[in-house]
Nanobody
């Protein structure tokens, strides 16, 4: 599976960006897509996830109400619409493909990431 992100950039606080992640060669075992981010000097953190089959979405608390994850199955693409961006959203954003397993999700594949910088 190859994951390619795009859509990052520099935006002022309060602005918006939409990230895209195209998944090629997705095996049928991959049922969940997610977005993660890593800021300088910090550990990678979960941002949002969505199922390829169902409409369930999950978000980390700090982005609820501002970010929206969605997918287009016909294009094998997952999006992350980010509104009301804050300087603390600055990070490298990566998408991941995973499987539901007992007790959680195993993230099997990762993209290279795209930089998002929010200026104050």
């Amino acid at each position: 599976v190859q994951l390619v992100e795009s859509g990052g950039g520099v935006v002022q606080a309060g602005g918006s960006l939409r990230l895209s992640c195209v998944a090629s060669g997705r095996p049928f075992t991959i049922d969940t897509m997610g977005w993660f981010r890593q800021a300088p000097g910090k550990e990678r953190e979960f941002v949002a996830r969505i199922s390829w089959t169902f409409d369930n979405t999950y978000y980390t608390d700090s982005v609820k109400g501002r970010f929206t994850i969605s997918r287009d199955n016909s294009k094998n693409t997952v999006y992350l619409q980010m509104n009301s961006l804050k300087p603390e959203d600055t990070a490298v954003y990566s998408c991941a493909a995973g499987r539901l397993v007992t007790g959680g999700i195993t993230w099997d594949y990762w993209g290279q990431g795209t930089q998002v910088t929010v200026s104050s």
